[in-house]
């Protein structure tokens, strides 16, 4: 599966939107992008994910470029519980390989 | 979305005695289901990958005589950590998904395990 590279730190303002970038300039034709968030001591919780089409669902939205080498995931209207580490994760296969992750915080 | 449970939440042991930790897909038929571990201020990692029926497939570096997976049923697996040692301390997870590869992978809550 192709690496990811993401910020390891980002901080947004509640009420902002939240803004994640993730490059993966290796990822293959059938490769799908996956994201997923982590709060402390939890579970990751499963986000969105696409292939080459942009989505947006009840909890973000996600930005592919036209070359699939880098995507964006966006939380519209940012709030204290989505302080989190967000995992973006290239999968070809069933598994999933999850890299460090951008802790993200979001500040009052 | 998909349901997935683990149990115990948290299981505190001796050194030397098994643990067994159960996963459950509550809402969906799982055919695969993963286990992953993650230490403390680390990612995740995967350990091994389990189908329904037979036998589970480990990661490299995975010792999978210590590591039993069972996956005997489309809702259930089971991993049980035999003869367990302080440094297996750790935050065990499971995660389901269904027949496709492109089903997305519902993860539990995880499993706090502590060896003393």
């Known amino acids: 599966d192709a690496k990811t590279t993401q910020p390891p730190s980002m901080d947004c303002a509640e009420g902002r939107a939240a803004n994640l970038p993730c490059n993966h300039s290796?990822?293959?034709?059938?490769?799908?992008v996956y994201w997923y968030r982590q709060i402390h001591s939890q579970g990751p919780q499963y986000i969105i994910h696409g292939l080459k089409n942009n989505e947006t669902n009840e909890m973000a939205s996600l930005i592919i470029t036209e070359d699939r080498k880098s995507s964006t995931l966006i939380l519209p209207h940012a709030t204290l519980r989505d302080t989190a580490v967000y995992y973006c994760i290239v999968r070809g296969a069933q598994k999933l390989v999850f890299g460090q992750g951008t802790r993200l915080t979001i500040n009052p | 979305g998909a349901v997935v449970s683990q149990h115990p939440s948290r299981v505190i042991c001796k050194s030397g005695t098994s643990v067994k930790i159960e996963c459950r897909s509550l809402?969906?038929?799982?055919?695969?289901m993963f286990w992953y571990r993650q230490f403390p201020k680390q990612s995740l990692m995967l350990m091994a990958t389990?189908?329904?029926?037979?036998?589970?497939?480990?990661e490299q570096g995975v010792e999978k005589d210590k590591f039993l997976i069972n996956h005997a049923s489309l809702t259930l697996s089971t991993l049980t950590v035999t003869s367990a040692h302080p440094e297996d301390s750790s935050f065990y997870i499971c995660s389901a998904t269904g027949t496709t590869f492109t089903d997305t992978q519902y993860f539990g809550p995880g499993t706090r395990l502590t060896v003393l």
């Open positions: 809402d969906f038929q799982a055919t695969t």
């Open positions: 389990s189908n329904e029926g037979s036998k589970a497939t480990y």
């Open positions: 290796t990822i293959s034709g059938n490769e799908y």
